[in-house]
């Protein structure tokens, strides 16, 4: 079926066929012998055509134009820049089912599901389209001057925020679409005046250029410099670091491993002039299965936690996948409802080799510690079967790798004996992305100060529902503390991401005529701003 899409687009969309090499601004990149290819996670083949790999030469053309960019990009009207990412999204989705299509073939993921995360990647451009386009998200900021005060006069003082330059955007491996070449780091980095350089994924090139195409078309039909993106092809991590490197890249933005994320942080940080990177790396999502719940509810929370931590063959980074149950009466038989259902469970393909050898690995280390069930299916390629382990507080406090996040279908049950482990497992808990509770309002007055340790662990507390499936909106946040991300104060979904590509500027005594629109004090754009001290729009 997919085969077929993709020959039908080819046959009628000529302009539309993969060439397999790198977007430099307006041109493309050269037919290198350093090729890479896409894997079938079904089958394990490779898939064609070739994508070529960047030379330096190009990365240093990319990040040229990009340079080149920044100030006419940044200083644009807000509205502009809305347009920009309206026609980025309906250059997507003017692809259809090839874009569609060419993602399902990649990633082994269900079309359906590529379909939804299409219209998810859409919708979060569309949002952070609204939001330049209304303006107030510079937070400008104005304290007029009193030369009357006393003893010293105050100067007339204003401040907001302001593109902080090209941005350099790694994409993830798990969301072909909706964290790549067209996903959230790039929309917000986009929509803060920031040119981009994109560095494709290996495991889904074709869909990488493909949305690529999408961007640099809106580039052009929107009249921009052709430095504000660019996308570069790689087979090794050579051009990355180069790329993080290099001194007219402003700030980084990354999904993936820790290992990954915690490298271009080092790399960052070692530069003459350190940049920040803002990383999503690693979170296991600790669950906590309260006796309330247990009792009332026990055989629908199991249910939902065999869904939610099996949900797109476990490759979610907010899979839960360490589930402490208190004391109850209903745990073993929670527990046995969780290991049934893992035994029953369908075999599915992970994404890349790679996170097939550690995913196995990751078992076979947990095996030697503790308890487990395996799905039985019938495997082929990239597939993997489901696993679910069992043990207790006491091994887990004294094991930390248990707490190491295994990226596939598996969770950890563990029981706690005694309220005073459960928060003791609580608090020895790294930063994560989530943290969840199944309770009854009774549960909830009971361990009120579970929710309070959680509440420093993690960036988004869940109730009575598991944290697979992202809410794009202005207050989702998608972080928390190291290691699920590099900096805690941000978030990689909703409408505050566009803050991490920013930096404050501020403007002391300049004449109205030379200050940008968002600080003249007659608000020509109609902006909420805190003007000595108070919110409003006069």
């Known amino acids: 079926m997919l085969q077929f899409i993709l020959l039908s687009w080819e046959r009628t969309n000529m302009d539309l066929e993969l060439l397999g090499t790198s977007i430099i601004g307006g041109n493309r990149g050269a037919a290198t012998k350093d090729t890479l290819r896409a894997v079938d996670p079904h089958s394990g083949q490779p898939i064609e055509p070739s994508f070529h790999s960047a030379t330096i030469a190009e990365l240093e053309q990319a990040i040229k134009l990009a340079a080149a960019a920044r100030r006419e990009f940044d200083t644009c009207p807000g509205v502009k820049r809305a347009g920009f990412l309206r026609a980025i999204a309906e250059k997507m989705e003017g692809m259809g089912d090839l874009l569609i299509a060419r993602a399902t073939l990649e990633s082994g993921l269900p079309f359906k599901r590529i379909r939804s995360e299409l219209g998810r990647t859409c919708d979060q451009l569309r949002q952070f389209a609204g939001v330049v386009e209304e303006g107030s998200w510079v937070d400008a900021r104005i304290d ?126 070692a530069r003459p002039e350190p940049i920040p990177v803002f990383a999503e790396m690693s979170s296991i999502n600790p669950t906590f299965i309260l006796p309330g719940a247990l009792a009332e509810r026990g055989d629908e929370i199991a249910n939902g936690l065999h869904i939610s931590f099996t949900l797109g063959v476990g490759q979610f980074c907010t899979k839960p996948a360490l589930v402490m149950m208190a004391a109850s009466a209903h745990r073993n038989e929670f527990s046995e409802r969780v290991f049934a259902l893992v035994e029953s469970s369908p075999g599915g393909p992970l994404l890349t080799p790679g996170i097939k050898e550690n995913y196995e690995r990751g078992l076979a280390g947990r095996g030697k510690i503790v308890s487990g069930r395996h799905g039985r299916a019938e495997i ?84 009575n529902a598991f944290p697979t499936g992202v809410e794009v909106c202005p207050a989702m946040v998608h972080g928390g503390p190291y290691p699920a991300t590099s900096d805690p104060r941000t978030t990689s979904v909703g409408t505050r991401a566009i803050d991490r590509f920013t930096r404050l500027v501020c403007y002391q005594g300049f004449p109205q005529t030379a200050l940008p629109d968002e600080l003249k004090d007659g608000n020509p754009l109609q902006l909420w701003r805190m003007v000595n001290g108070k919110v409003s729009q006069d």
């Open 380 to 463: 082929a390629g990239l597939a993997v079967n489901a696993a679910a382990f069992q043990t207790t507080a006491e091994v887990v406090l004294r094991t930390p790798e248990l707490t190491e996040e295994v990226f596939g279908p598996t969770t950890v049950l563990v029981n706690a004996d005694r309220r005073d482990e459960l928060l003791e497992l609580a608090r020895s808990l790294e930063g994560q992305l989530t943290a969840n509770i199944f309770g009854t309002d009774m549960d909830l007055s009971d361990y009120a100060d579970l929710i309070d340790i959680l509440a420093t662990k993690a960036g988004r507390l869940v109730f």
């Open 144 to 269: 007029r001057a009193d030369p009357d005060r006393k003893p010293l006069p105050k100067p007339d003082v204003r401040s907001l925020k302001r593109a902080v330059g090209p941005a350099a955007i790694f994409c993830a491996s798990n969301f072909p679409l909706a964290f790549s070449v067209a996903g959230g780091d790039t929309a917000s980095a986009l929509a803060a005046g920031c040119p981009v350089v994109v560095m494709a994924h290996p495991a889904h090139p074709g869909t990488a250029e493909l949305a690529g195409r999408a961007i640099a078309a809106a580039v052009n039909k929107c009249g921009l410099p052709e430095g504000v993106f660019s996308l570069l092809f790689s087979n090794g991590y050579e051009l990355g670091q180069a790329l993080v490197r290099h001194p007219d890249i402003r700030a980084v933005g990354f999904t993936g491993s820790r290992a990954g994320g915690r490298a271009l942080m080092d790399l960052a940080a």
